[in-house]
Nanobody
Framework: VQLQASGGGLVQAGGSHRLSCAVS????????MGWFRQAPGKEREFVAF????????QYVDSVKGRFTISRDNAKNTVYLQMNSLKPEDTAVYYC?????????????????WGQGTLVTVSS
């Protein structure tokens, strides 16, 4: 199983950016997907979640209204559209897959993880 996160880079505050996570080695449509992030010197934090069909999404309060998680089951890919970026959004962003979820904000419940992609937001 591979989760390949991509799209990280340097963005100015107020700008937009999109992350992608390409998944292989599992039946993608059977898995809910999450995005997490870890800023320098901080613990990993839940960012966004989407169920297998895309019909339900959830976000951490700090990104609500700015970030949008989506998925394309035909392409085995999950996306994180990030708008109105702030310097505090600077972090390594990770995608993760979970077959049966309970507390989707808890990273320890996820089955598979990607390698992370760095997003740096300059002020």
């Amino acid at each position: 199983v591979q989760l390949q996160a991509s799209g990280g880079g340097l963005v100015q505050a107020g700008g937009s950016h999109r992350l992608s996570c390409a998944v292989s080695g599992l039946t993608f449509s059977n898995y809910a997907m999450g995005w997490f992030r870890q800023a320098p010197g901080k613990e990993r934090e839940f960012v966004a979640f989407i169920i297998w069909s895309g019909a339900m999404t959830q976000y951490v309060d700090s990104v609500k209204g700015r970030f949008t998680i989506s998925r394309d089951n035909a392409k085995n890919t999950v996306y994180l559209q990030m708008n109105s970026l702030k310097p505090e959004d600077t972090a390594v962003y990770y995608c993760a897959a979970v077959r049966y979820y309970g507390d989707y904000t808890n990273g320890y419940g996820y089955d598979y993880w990607g390698q992370g992609t760095l997003v740096t937001v300059s002020s």
